[in-house]
């Protein structure tokens, strides 16, 4: 029978009593018994390679390129304004010191070498003449000395005219190869204009403009490994010369590295000169164990059958080796293959 009327002794329950009740009832229902994890699995055993930490690394160098050439070269010119008549010589001709290059129209000469001697034989009569009747006391002193004068430059006319017919004949300055030609028979030949260019084969130098903060290591004296063309092969080049001043353009100062005598070394080549940086002091692994994730650099030591990981500070690479300036001790063994997939913890097994 339905319940019609509520006793007034029952207190009346509040309607925000009665809702939190309510709540508590229905959680306590859905509380369940929490469900016990399985522990992760170990990761498999991984197969690498190992290498010892070195104390210190190959001494790291700076790379600087530059172009072979010989310590004596010259642009061959005329000292006078002539036509060539005939050019002895092309590219590739071997020449000694003194062999004629070129021969100059020496017409133009000839005539101003006449017309010299002429001035010089009237300057010469004319003094004579004067002499004579300066002894009879015919001609006054300074006549005479005038002759004179006319007679000195004359004289100087005549062997200024000889010098010029003879620098017709253009002449190698040292025993060389002709590198270069620049002008043919019928050009005009003038002071300043390269007819040919020859250089000294047997001495060459490998020229680099080095940076001011480089340039304090390169004593004359200095023994710098040096590659030429394509090849890997290096060898020892002395530095021969350094230029004292920058140029205010690079920043850079012009160093001349002798080179050993070689037929297969020739003008022109294409030179890498390494200049050594001093010696590192700090630990050195090799490349291949770095490893890195993002911004970061690890590398894996193995100790005890496991895979530590070990935050790195990399400096300055050489040779294949990588600086490290923490993170690693001398002697300890890293992770060089098969490191990409490690996790920290992991067993290893070394393989040889």
């Known amino acids: 029978m339905p319940l019609r009327h509520v006793p007034d002794f029952l207190p009346r329950i509040p309607r925000a009593l009665a809702v939190a009740c309510l709540g508590s009832l229905l959680a306590a229902g859905c509380r369940r018994e929490p469900v016990a994890a399985f522990p992760a699995a170990e990761p498999p055993v991984a197969s690498v390679r190992v290498e010892p930490v070195a104390p ?40 000694s010191a003194g062999d004629v290059v070129a021969l100059l129209d020496a017409r133009d000469l000839r005539a101003r070498r006449e017309k010299a001697s002429a001035q010089r034989d009237r300057a010469v009569a004319d ?40 620098h ?3 002449v190698a300055p040292f025993a060389g190869v002709v590198t270069r030609k620049w002008l043919d028979a019928g050009d005009q030949a003038a002071p300043g204009r390269a007819i040919v260019d020859i250089e000294q084969l047997t001495e060459l130098r490998l020229e680099i403009n080095v940076p001011e903060s480089l340039v304090a290591r390169l004593a004359v004296g200095t023994r710098v490994a ?17 230029d004292p001043v920058a140029d205010p353009a690079t920043r850079t100062h012009l160093v001349k590295l002798d080179l050993p005598s070689s037929p297969s070394i020739r003008p022109g080549a294409f030179g890498v000169a390494s200049i050594p940086l001093g010696e590192s002091k700090s630990p050195h692994v090799p490349a291949s164990a770095l490893v890195r994730r ?8 193995v100790a005890d059958g496991r895979a530590g990981l070990r935050w790195v500070r990399v400096g300055r690479a050489s040779g294949g080796m990588v600086e490290l300036s923490s993170g690693v001790t001398p002697g300890e063994s890293v992770v060089t293959d098969g490191s990409a997939l490690l996790v920290d913890g992991q067993r290893v097994e070394v393989r040889r």
């Open 56 to 95: 210190r690394g190959p001494v790291p160098s700076e790379t600087v390129m530059g172009t072979v050439h010989a310590r004596h070269r010259a642009s061959v010119e005329s000292r006078v304004v002539a036509r060539i008549e005939s050019l002895a010589v092309t590219t590739g001709t071997r020449v």
């Open 127 to 166: 003094l004579v003449r004067l002499e004579r009747l300066s002894g009879e006391g015919a001609a006054p002193p300074s006549e005479l000395d005038a002759a004179r004068e006319r007679r000195a430059v004359a004289d100087a006319a005549v062997a200024e005219a000889e010098t010029a017919l003879g």
């Open 168 to 170: 017709a004949r253009v």
């Open 226 to 242: 040096v590659r030429l063309g394509t090849t890997e092969d290096s060898f020892d080049a002395v530095v021969g010369e350094v």
């Open 294 to 301: 993002g911004q970061m650099e690890m590398v894996f030591v």
